[in-house]
């Protein structure tokens, strides 16, 4: 069986870096090890980007994208405090998903 941490919803704004571009986003739901966000436009499985949430920018891997959302794998987990800070979001969720 494979481990999965636990997801939890929620509605946080957040910018996703990518080589040559720069996207406003939500995150929709979110782990130590990733989220699932918003995205305008379709980026390649795999690709390196940069999620920034507040001052941080965190770098991950893009693991699957479509319908104008991506799933991505954060590179290393995210410290208690930020995973706090975006799962308190989830106050004012949205509904969307």
């Known amino acids: 069986m ?3 941490p636990t997801r939890r919803a929620t509605s ?3 910018t ?3 080589e040559d571009q720069v996207f406003g986003s939500k995150l929709l739901d979110v782990s130590r090890d990733g989220a699932r966000a918003t995205i305008p436009c379709a980026l390649l499985p795999g690709s390196a980007v940069r999620v920034r949430i507040a001052e941080s ?3 991950a891997i893009v693991h699957w994208c479509g319908k104008g959302l991506t799933g991505l794998r954060f ?3 995210l410290d208690a405090a930020t995973l706090r800070r975006i799962e308190s979001a989830r106050d004012e969720f949205d509904g969307y998903r």
Request: glycine content about 0%; overall charge positive; charged content about 35%.
């Open 57 to 59: 920018d965190i770098p």
């Open 16 to 18: 996703i870096l990518s």
């Open 75 to 77: 590179l290393d987990r």
């Open 12 to 14: 946080y704004a957040a």
């Open 2 to 4: 494979r481990y999965r």
